[in-house]
């Protein structure tokens, strides 16, 4: 699916990792929250791995998972995003080992998470624009 121009929005990089002993989850995801906890929790359970998410501004807060991989040298970053009316497109960039890269032999789950600051998520569309097959999971808010 294409992306039509838009608004860009302001991204803030916040982690990236290789998922080193992270077996889940299968298939390329983004979590999407409203807060660094919702996120945090939502990836722990999606990668079975403990995943603190620093707190930021306030904003809409992305966990890209790239899903499991059988080696290392894998890895995926959140580049931009773009307003199109109420969808929100991302832009990921996914990144694999040559065929002349050494890689460690175990299965990882690379991910990236972000915040689009000032950004609220509810009643917004996301939509990953690359060529993978997307699972999209709405992490909701955990009572306090």
């Known amino acids: 699916m294409g992306c ?6 302001p991204l803030e990089t916040l982690l990236e990792s290789s998922g ?3 077996s889940e989850p299968l298939n390329p995801t983004l979590i999407v929250a409203a807060s660094a ?3 945090s929790n939502a990836m722990s359970e999606t990668l079975s791995l403990g995943v603190s998410v620093p707190e930021s ?3 809409t807060c992305l966990g890209a998972c ?3 991989q059988s080696s290392g040298g894998h890895s995926i970053s959140i580049e931009s995003a773009q307003l199109n009316g109420s969808q929100v497109v991302i832009h990921v960039a996914v990144r694999a080992p040559s065929a002349d890269d050494v ?3 175990a299965f ?3 991910f990236a998470v972000a915040v689009i600051p000032g950004l609220d998520p509810r009643g917004r569309t996301f939509h990953v624009s690359n060529d993978l097959q997307w ?3 709405e992490a909701a808010e955990q009572p306090e």
């Open 103 to 105: 890689a460690l032999q």
């Open 20 to 22: 080193l002993g992270a």
């Open 135 to 137: 699972q999209l999971i």
């Open 37 to 39: 906890t919702a996120l």
């Open 66 to 68: 790239l899903g499991r």
């Open 4 to 9: 039509t121009a838009g608004h860009h929005l």
């Open 57 to 59: 501004r306030t904003g």
């Open 108 to 110: 990882t789950s690379p």
